[in-house]
């Protein structure tokens, strides 16, 4: 890919809908700023309905912003119809034409441009070494799997070398272990071609594994930019938290604060915290605990009684019972480690930076 990479900036942007039912106008997404860096894969993640596919669309040309401005680099695109963006589009279905053999499908968006035969061989040759096809141009698409149709929808994007590739959910069709192995193969690519990506899912595991950076998204609204390991680590609020993984929520209060040193009354038991800066003595706290950040043993932060233990192979699964609070707890590699049986008392031990105070 040799153009200059292209970032996307979103200035306020927001986009109205008007209720089929009721008549009444909502927004599908309101106010959203984002910052998108050349060369950078981004994701937007959230439930169905949070705003993330018609951001995509935004960018791509085929929903306009009722508000707000939304440019391609320097370049305002709120006027320009698709055609004239400099994106591309790898769509949930694939869209691919099944009477065109893989050669053609890629080179399609190339001939519509009327370049000389020579470039477009050369130009389709290289994209589809690039995604693993070569030696397959002759093939029809009827014939290849879900995984090399994906290919082909990616390297038929690619060849148009775009400023922004925009996927929409791209791996849905796919069963598991392909999503898996194909999600790697986009992340590998996209790397490779240097090129900005814009990427929709609502696979936490998805986002996690391709993002430099997450977007997510909440009814419409933005709830937290960050890399993965912000986001997971230090979620904004609950629903974050919650959308990002397994989460424990500790509800308490603050009651005591002194420099770095801070403990939060859990079910009327001291637990040692850091960082609650946002945070006075006597405020309501919720501390969230990672399932894999706590284990159980015989002496700990907070008493508990198992209601759950199940042998997973590579871990073991525990549900207990603190107080009124239900904890998961995910001990890795249990072969070597105490197993606590239904009915045991123990402790659930974390230390101050395991968990992430809200």
Do not use: W
Not at 242 to 267: P, W
Not at 294 to 323: K, W
Request: proline residues 4%; hydrophobic residues 40%.
């Amino acid at each position: 890919m040799s153009k200059e990479k292209k970032g996307v900036r979103l200035e306020h942007v927001s986009k109205i809908y008007q209720d089929p039912k009721t008549k009444q106008d909502f927004y599908a997404v309101h106010d959203a700023s984002i910052d998108i860096a050349p060369g950078e894969f981004v994701t937007l993640l959230g439930p169905s309905g949070c705003g993330k596919t018609t951001i995509l669309r935004m960018i791509a040309g085929f929903e306009s912003p009722n508000e707000g401005e939304i440019y391609l680099g320097d370049e305002p695109i709120n006027e320009l119809t698709p055609n004239k963006r400099d994106t591309a589009m790898v769509f949930q279905s694939y869209a691919l034409l099944p009477h065109y053999n893989i050669f053609d499908n890629v080179a399609y968006g190339l001939k519509l441009r009327k370049l000389p035969k020579e470039q477009i061989a050369e130009q389709v040759h290289g994209i589809l070494d690039l995604v693993g096809l070569q030696g397959m141009e002759d093939r029809m698409t009827n014939q290849l799997s879900g995984g090399q149709q994906q290919r082909v929808a990616l390297a038929r994007a690619l060849v148009l070398e775009p400023g922004v590739l925009l996927f929409d959910e791209p791996l849905s069709n796919l069963d598991a272990k392909l999503r898996v192995d194909m999600r790697n193969e986009i992340r590998r690519i996209q790397q490779e071609a240097g090129i900005t990506a814009v990427y929709v899912t609502h696979d936490q595991s998805e986002a996690m594994a391709l993002s430099d950076n997450i977007i997510i998204m909440k009814k419409g609204v933005v709830a937290q930019i960050g890399d993965p390991h912000t986001i997971y680590y230090r979620p904004v609020d609950e629903f974050v938290a919650d959308f990002i993984g397994e989460s424990n929520f500790l509800r308490g209060s603050l009651s005591q604060k002194d420099g770095a040193s801070s403990v939060a009354t859990i079910e009327g038991h001291a637990v040692e915290v850091a960082n609650v800066g946002h945070l006075a003595v006597g405020d309501a706290c919720v501390l969230v605990l990672r399932p894999e950040a706590a284990r159980l043993a015989d002496a700990g932060t907070l008493p508990c009684r198992v209601t759950l233990s199940r042998f997973m192979g590579n871990y073991q699964n525990y549900q207990v019972t603190v107080g009124q609070t239900l904890v998961k707890i995910t001990d890795f590699n249990p072969k070597n480690h105490k197993v606590y049986e239904v009915g045991d008392e123990a402790f659930v031990a974390f230390g101050p930076d395991d968990v992430h105070v809200l």
